[in-house]
């Protein structure tokens, strides 16, 4: 049976051969850091660039719905693009590097991790660190309206595993620029 970590590591493989930088985010960043929680999908920053699209999408067609096309428009628009693995129909949301000061910052800053999420075989890929995990939580947090309490426990298990080994000047550092501050400081208080 092809599974959801099956998928991942298609598209890890794909991501390595081509040379495409990548990390993972999301939920599946926040159960490496704190934890585990289920998903339906991952979460992928990616710096495909367009003249890599048509070999991107052709690596993958065996597997995945992956509209060359579909792929260039969004990265032309700085959007995500979906890709559905067939066997699975697991879906990854690709997110383009964005080119402002944090978010070349956060990519840079990239760990490699295990993630476990998927069943017993650990998959070793590039994952934003806790910081930034916890900076972009509470980026769609707040863009949520500050309602998901899915959004939001998943910052406190970030915060309870990761809490003393935490950069805190970093997240002070950039939390007024991406508006944030006052949620990372009731974060931090609870």
């Not at 052709?58 to 096309?69: C, I, V």
């Not at 628009?77 to 979906?82: A, E, V």
Request: charged share 25%; proline share 5%.
């Amino acid at each position: 049976m092809v599974t959801p970590a099956d998928a991942l590591r298609r598209l890890v493989e794909v991501l390595d051969r081509l040379t495409i930088p990548h990390m993972i985010g999301g939920s599946v960043a926040s159960s490496i850091h704190g934890m585990a929680r289920p998903t339906m999908d991952v979460d992928l920053v990616a710096a495909l660039q367009p003249s890599q699209v048509d070999r991107f999408a052709a690596e993958l067609r065996s597997d995945f719905y992956a509209d060359p096309e579909m792929i260039r428009a969004a990265l032309e628009r700085g959007r995500p693009f979906n890709l559905i693995h067939y066997a699975s129909t697991f879906k990854f949301d690709i997110f383009p590097v964005l080119p402002d000061a944090y978010h070349l910052t956060q990519f840079a800053r990239r760990v490699m991790a295990e993630a476990t999420q998927f069943g017993d075989v650990a998959i070793r890929c590039a994952v934003a660190t806790a910081e930034d995990t916890i900076l972009a939580k509470l980026e769609w947090y707040r863009a949520g309206g500050e309602t998901s309490e899915r959004q939001w426990n998943d910052l406190r298990g970030i915060l309870r595993v990761r809490g003393p080994a935490l950069d805190l000047e970093y997240l002070r550092r950039w939390a007024p620029e991406l508006g944030v501050t006052d949620l990372l400081e009731r974060l931090l208080a609870e």
